[in-house]
C-alpha cells in the first residue's frame, strides 16, 4: 500500500486463532520501552538510523550527500555503530561528514574496497581516525542495550558486483525483527535463504531501492514482512520497478517509500508490535498487533481504517 | 588552454548505464555503457577529455594501472583497519 501525504493510516490487525475465535492483542509496553527505526529521506541513496530503547544509536548507510543535518535534527549526538553497507557513492556519500559532525564510537564494513574518490577519501579518514573501532561484517551479534544486531554470514566475494556482498543485519527487540541488506540482489538473497538466515520479520527494508533484482519470491517467503520500506528518490533507473512494488505489496501490510512518504519512522515493541510515523513530527499513523511468535500459530488480518495526516 | 584530462570512476552499473565518480568526489553522472569502451565494469577508471566545459566521452580510455594501484591502496589501509577489530561478540 502506497501512502500519499494527505491520508494517513491506522491499521489494527485481529488476530484470528486456529480456533477460530478473534483475540484482543496485550497492552502497550510503557512508553520508552521501543526501538526506532528511522529511513531517512536522503533521495535516491540509503540512510537508517536506529535507537535502542536505551539510547544507543546505530547508523546504517549515510546517502550520497551529508545526513548530519537530518541526523542532529533528530537529536543525534552519538553513533554508537556506523555501517557501510557496501561502498557505492548512494550509501557511502554521506559518511565522511558524519564521521566529522558526530563522535563515532564503533564502524562496520565488509572489507571489500573500491576504487572511487568517495571510497578513498573515507577509508583514509577512517585510518586517521584511531578512536574509531573498525569491525569486519563477519557473523557476530552487537548488543544495543535490549536490542541486539545480527550480522549475517556474507557471500563469497563476487568481483562484479559489489551489491551482492552488501551487510547483511537483522534488528531484533523482542518479537519485532528488522531486515536491513543494503543494496543486495538476487544472488546474495538466495545465498541467505539457503543457509535459513532469513527470518520471520516485522519490517524489511527493499533491497536496491526496489529494484527488479532486489527480491525473490523465497526471500520474501522467508521474511514475511508486515511493513516494506522503500528507500528512493528521483532516478533514471526505473527505481521502485512495478514488479517489486508488487511483490512487497502482496506480502506486506504496508509499503512505504520515502520519495512519496519523506522520513519514515517505524517504532518497534517487544511484543512484536509496531507503529509507523510519518515525516519530522511525531505522527502516530497505525499500530499492528500480533508478535511473531504468534504468527506461527495464528491468522493475521489486516484492517486499513482511517487514515488522517497532520 | 581549454582542453584538460580528468579522471572519472565507475561507481556501479545500474542496468544499461554506468554511474560515474569523478576525482574531486562532488560530481556524479550516468552514462550509457554503450558510450564508454569495451571493458567498463564496477572500480574502472577512466581518462576523459573534457574540452571547453565538454567531457569527450568518445576520448574515455581505461587505466588499469590506477584502478589496480588504488586497490592495492584500499586493500593496505583495510588491512591496518582490521587489526583494530576487538573480534567476537560487541556490547555497545
Redesign the interface.
Known sequence: MRLSRFFSCAVFLVVSLDCGFTAPVTAPDPVGKSVRITFLDVGQADAILIRSPEG?T?LVDAG?SSPVPALKKLGVEQI??LVATHP??DHIGGMVDVINAIPI??YMDN?Q?????????L??T??QR?DI????AEP??????SAEIEVLLLPPVNS????NRSVGLVLRYGSFLVFLSGDSEVQELSFWVQHGLVPDVTVLKAPHHGSHNGFTWEFLQAAQPEVVVISVGTN???HPRPEALQAYSSVAEVVLRTDDDGQVTIVGYKDGRYEVVLGQETIMTGQALGSRGQRSTARAEAVVTSYVYE | MSEKERIWVVDRIEGEAAVLVADDDQEMLDIPLNVLPHGVREGTVLRVTESKGHLLWVSAMLDEDLRLKRLRQAETALHELKNRDPGGDIVL
Open positions: 544507543q546505530a550520497r554508537d555503530l557505492h557513492a564510537r564503533f572489507g574496497p573500491h576504487t572511487t574518490a568517495t571510497y578513498q577519501n577509508i583514509s577512517l585510518q584511531t573501532t573498525y569491525l569486519a557476530r551479534t552487537i548488543t544495543l542495550g562484479t558486483n559489489l551489491n533514471s533507473y526505473g
